[in-house]
């Protein structure tokens, strides 16, 4: 089926703003995560669900992020109170399980939050 | 602190060389590696993942995994300008958080027509 969609593609926002961040994985992939990318690099983890719940939250940085995943399949990354340090891509990736070695993640498009 | 270290690059090879990226890893019980091209502006693409010592074919690429050593490579023979690319080394631990991917900064690869 499609790969993982987010949407919006793009997002430009003013400091203290609240935005919202959605992801839809592929189809019938348990496993969801967050991560988030500045320039120059490598994504960094931010939270990752199994089902409709958080089994890790460790890598948001503050109590201004936060997600949920209420059914199972699309998830929303939702930040409060923006800053211009939260700028970066925000990258949601699916997996089919998290059993064994497998794991093998897959990416979406991502978003580009721009906070002025 | 676990670590994933790439040279930054830029690594230029002919087109129909063989390149030759590197990445080592901070922690001696990581349990599964990853490769991920990743083309300006876009999104990591998963190339290939390597779990047990040795080396891992498919197609032009090959993964080559030494956990002694702590490091992990990727081959990627008859190099094309289509490969121009970063190219990021991922890692996972053994047992609680092994779904957690640590990522490299990466290695930007430029291949020369």
């Known amino acids: 089926g499609a790969g993982v969609s987010q949407t919006p593609s793009n997002k430009v926002t003013e400091k203290g703003k609240y935005v919202e961040l959605r992801c839809d994985p592929i189809?019938?992939?348990?496993?969801l995560y967050w991560y988030r990318q500045s320039l120059g690099q490598g994504p960094e983890f931010l939270i990752y669900?199994?089902?409709?719940?958080?089994?890790?939250d460790s890598g948001l940085p503050n109590d201004r992020f936060f997600a949920v995943r209420p059914e199972g399949s699309v998830s929303t990354l939702k930040i409060q109170r923006t800053e211009r340090g939260d700028s970066a891509v925000y990258l949601c990736?699916?997996?089919?399980?998290?059993?064994?070695?497998?794991?093998?993640?897959?990416f979406g498009p991502g978003t580009r939050l721009t906070v002025l | 602190q676990k670590e994933v270290e790439q040279n930054s690059g830029p690594l230029s090879v002919p087109e129909g060389a063989i390149a030759s990226l590197n990445c080592t890893y901070s922690?001696?019980?990581?349990?599964?590696f990853f490769w991920y091209r990743q083309y300006s502006g876009k999104s990591p693409e998963l190339i290939m993942f390597?779990?047990?010592?040795g080396d891992k074919e498919d197609g032009r690429f090959t993964a080559q995994l030494n956990k002694a050593s702590q490091y992990v490579s990727l081959l990627i023979r008859d190099s094309q300008p289509s490969d121009s690319a970063t190219y990021l080394c991922?890692?996972?631990?053994?047992?609680?958080?092994?779904?957690?991917?640590?990522f490299g900064k990466g290695t930007k690869l430029s291949v020369i027509p």
């Open positions: 990736a699916s997996s089919p399980t998290l059993a064994g070695g497998g794991n093998e993640q897959f």
């Open positions: 189809s019938g992939h348990t496993a």
């Open positions: 669900f199994q089902g409709t719940g958080a089994a890790d």
């Open positions: 922690d001696r019980g990581s349990q599964s």
């Open positions: 390597i779990y047990s010592n």
């Open positions: 991922a890692v996972t631990p053994y047992g609680a958080g092994s779904y957690q991917l640590t």
